[in-house]
């Protein structure tokens, strides 16, 4: 396949963690690439590397070795903040902690990224208001967090990744703090947009019942990918 067909390519990504006089291998010369519309699975054991993987692929963490190229662009050749503008333009982010800022409403949680990124604060409201729209909640945009339920919390969570209309979403344990029918809600959602919008989606799971849902399913373990590269 040809290179341009991949939103998101790595080669030889090593990277170790030093904990004192410890040094802990987390990545030992990953290979991992993804088609443009593609959505993947993550799985493996607890510690083998998944959302370091995840971290380092995004531009979260940095890498000690190898190349990361998303969407013909080499990550680690961009500035701080340069890395931290096209996130803010090109990806989306969901994690299980849902990370929304308890003292915000439902409508300013969502916006935020869009403000941070310089977008007018009319425009963002609206696109905030679209999205929650599109994750089926058009009606809690003055809901604190602590008003909504663990599965309309990540719907916001996914309505905040979504607002900028991101070409990749990364989604670290997306569902994993919900129950299983809330979790199929939630992978239907998932699943719709990415056939929709043709959005990447590139999932960090230990659920079967999450990783059947997805395209493909790569396996990892003590830091090399194993199974469906």
Known sequence: MAQEEYIISAKGIHKTYHTGTVEVPALRGVDFAVKRGEMVAVMGPSGCGKTTLLNCLSGLDSFDQGEVVIEGTQLPKMSDDERTEYRARRMGFVFQLYNLLPVLNSVENVEMPLLVSGVPADKSRKMALEALGLVGLPGVADRLPAELSGGQRQRVTIARALVNRP???????????????????????????????????????????????????????????????
């Open 167 to 229: 070409a990749i979403i990364w989604a670290d344990e997306p569902t994993g703090d919900l129950d299983s029918e809330t979790t199929a809600e939630i992978m239907d959602l998932l699943c719709k947009l990415n056939k929709e919008n043709q959005q990447t989606f590139v999932l960090v799971t230990h659920s079967d019942e999450v990783a059947r849902r997805a395209d493909r399913i790569v396996r990892m373990r003590d830091g090399l990918i194993v199974d469906g590269k």
